[in-house]
């Protein structure tokens, strides 16, 4: 089969399909659309935003990260529209294309488009999902501080297109199939939230009943800021289930920077703040020594003799903690909400006697230990349903899987 797309080797990342097909640029079955309804207009429309669950309605008065002053530079977007977020490609952890089903308005960051007459948009939806779950977009950034990729970009990558028929059958198979693994992660998801309101009730009753005083954090922890030279150190991984722990032992796959140098070094005992994810409790006093992405924030205790790690690990669990990050976090939309050093260091938190501290860690980790061994359970699920809904994904567009 050939391996060429005008003229040029075609990008080992695309898995041509072993069934009838044409392999043309983008641009040449998609057009950029870009409506801004204005001042007059804007306000009869309702608000929309891209998110990992797809383009979903969002309150105009939504509180969580900044707002715009007003919609007037919003874009319009009708139900069947493609919506893209291809900025700052090297935060792995957002969404980047949807599928609108709604007429509303998009932030102007995105890129919208509309398929002509020989794509279905739910094939092309299924298409770029491929890409985006195989982190090919992260790897196209144009260069430059936010890593993006533009319509120009993105209109020149290789658009694999089978016949209407075909498109039908990729989409009703794909349809069928993932609705049932979307309801059993479904199911997984709201006993892991069960699990961690158990975990995070147990931490706030013991935290409530201790003789505490506020001590602001910076009295508490000193921001350390050390790379990795070599990048050959394990790899750690940051979770509001589990906490930090070794990437490896992890059952994800993830898309990961060729080279690791210039990494955070991590000690044992220091915290580690996933500063993109702290308001979802993405943290946690590690056990291990290692590296973690540059983007998260590294703290060690200003005295070992004064604090124990293992209450801090769990009183940053509790919701009160939770919500005061997440209203002191700082981001245009909720999925790249930051929480910063000099933020982080200038909170409060409750500071019992170095004796209560550990009295109540490790009451803590006796009353919680079936919960969090549950936790690991449902996890696990939770990934292997997560890598065969996108393996059956890419089966079907690369017709490895007949349907």
Known sequence: ????????????????????????????????????????????????????NGVLPRSREATDGLQPENFDGYQLIKPGQLIFKLIDLQNVSTSRVGLSEDLGLVSPAYIALTADRRVLPKYAYWYFMDLYNRRIFNNLSEGGVRANLSWEGLRQLPFILPSIERQRHIVEFLD????????????????????????????????????SKEVRNRGIFRHVDRKSKTGEEELLSVSHITGVTPRSEKNVTMFEAESKIGYNLVEPGELVINTMWAWMGALGVSDFEGIVSPSYDIYEFIDRGEFCPEYFDMLYRTDRYIGLMK??????????????????????????????????????????????????????????????????????VTGELEV
């Open 176 to 211: 069928a199939e993932l609705e049932q693994i979307d309801a059993l992660t479904a199911e997984q998801e709201r006993l892991v939230s069960l699990l961690i309101e158990r975990r995070a009730a147990v931490a706030e009753e013991l935290v409530s009943r201790a003789d």
């Open 1 to 52: 089969m050939s391996r060429q797309f005008r003229g040029e080797h075609l990008p080992d990342w695309v898995l041509e399909p072993n069934y009838e097909h044409e392999i043309i640029p983008v641009g040449y079955v998609f057009q950029k659309s870009k409506v801004v309804p204005g001042p007059s207009e804007s306000e009869q429309y309702q608000r929309l935003s891209l998110t990992m």
């Open 327 to 396: 209203a002191h976090s700082r981001g245009i939309w909720e999925s790249r909400l930051r929480l910063y050093p000099d933020v982080f260091l200038s909170l409060t938190s409750p500071v019992p006697s170095l004796k209560a501290q550990q009295q109540i860690a490790h009451e803590y980790r006796v009353k919680c230990a079936e919960t969090d061994e549950l936790l690991l359970k449902v996890q696990s699920l939770t990934s292997l349903l997560e890598e065969r809904k996108q393996a059956l994904i890419t089966a079907a």
